[in-house]
């Protein structure tokens, strides 16, 4: 039996990456009706077709993360990538402006399923984005500067990706895969405006896509989160998704503390004290209202 790992879907099928090479693959009866969706940066076992030429999936192994989703317009998630290493998110110092609460949303999407982000402050020949780089510096994220046109800071990225499996995820416009094209050319992700095949607007990625680096592991390019969720995320576990939250946690004066209006609580006052970043604060806000609005899946 083969091993692989899916790469893209390509209309029914699945373009799988193996020792041997690249195979195309089909979901085999049982796998549709006992496994769940198949995504990209699934570990998959194939068995041969008739033909000699398609595999079929005859299984998927055990993830070990799984990053989803918003179904547009409805409940529930979709999946979109398996067993990723971090969750880098794309953000433009300028054109368009960035949105620190997009930002902090896609940030908190890689905590809660427990995947390490950082943030890649992209188009700096605009502006320095020093504001935005310090504002999630002191968040404890790591912050890589780049720009896709002069090659500054390519070769920090490079670095961060090598050997890894990662997300590269960001609102349209950030310039995410013009920057993936200038990391590594040959690349073939798409960039400019969209064929007018595909009518799906001006949004140029339209399907998760992973694909090999030359310095080894794998970088998933993904369609812009326009609507972010956090299923499966308990209002009381948000404050957790904050890094620079974590280590007052336990210095609340109440154990439920949920950082918003009680006394003693410890996050507030560093937000006092100018130590956690009030907009920051603002965003977990949002959040927390958020989840606590969302109906139960049982509603």
Not at 161 to 185: C, R, Y
Not at 233 to 257: G, N, T
Not at 258 to 267: D, F, K, Q, T, Y
Request: with cysteine.
């Amino acid at each position: 039996m083969v091993t692989g790992v899916v790469l893209e879907r390509d209309g029914g099928a699945y373009r799988v990456l193996t020792p041997q090479g690249e195979v195309r693959a089909i979901l085999r009866g049982k796998v549709k009706r006992d496994q769940p969706k198949v995504v990209v940066g699934d570990r998959v076992r194939l068995d041969a077709e008739s033909d000699g030429e398609t595999f079929g999936i005859a299984a998927v192994d055990e993830r070990t993360s799984l990053l989803e989703r918003r179904v547009p317009a409805g409940r529930g998630a979709r999946p979109v990538a398996a067993n990723i290493d971090q969750v880098l998110v794309v953000t433009a110092s300028r054109d368009p402006e960035p949105i620190p609460q997009l930002l902090d949303r896609l940030l908190v999407v890689a905590e809660a399923n427990e995947i390490s982000a950082a943030v890649i402050l992209n188009k700096i020949d605009l502006d320095g984005g020093e504001a935005l780089a310090r504002r999630m510096e002191r968040a404890g994220y790591t912050v890589i500067r780049t720009c896709a046109k002069t090659g500054a800071g390519l070769d920090e990225l490079r670095a961060a990706l090598a050997g890894k499996e990662s997300v590269v995820t960001g609102d349209s416009g950030v310039g995410k895969s013009s920057l993936l094209n200038a990391l590594e050319p040959g690349l073939g992700l798409r960039t400019g405006e969209l064929s007018a095949k595909l009518k799906r607007g001006k949004q140029t990625t339209v399907s998760a896509i992973m694909v090999p680096l030359a310095v080894g592991g794998f970088l998933v390019d993904t369609p812009g989160f326009s609507e972010v969720g956090l299923w499966g995320l308990e209002p009381r576990e948000l404050a957790r998704c904050f890094p620079e939250f974590r280590p007052l946690l336990d210095s609340c004066r109440y154990a439920d503390c949920s950082h918003i209006h009680e006394p003693g609580c410890a996050v507030r006052a560093a937000v006092e004290r100018g130590e956690v970043a009030a907009d920051r604060h603002a965003s977990y806000a949002t959040l927390l209202a958020e989840l606590n609005s969302a109906p139960k899946e049982w509603e």
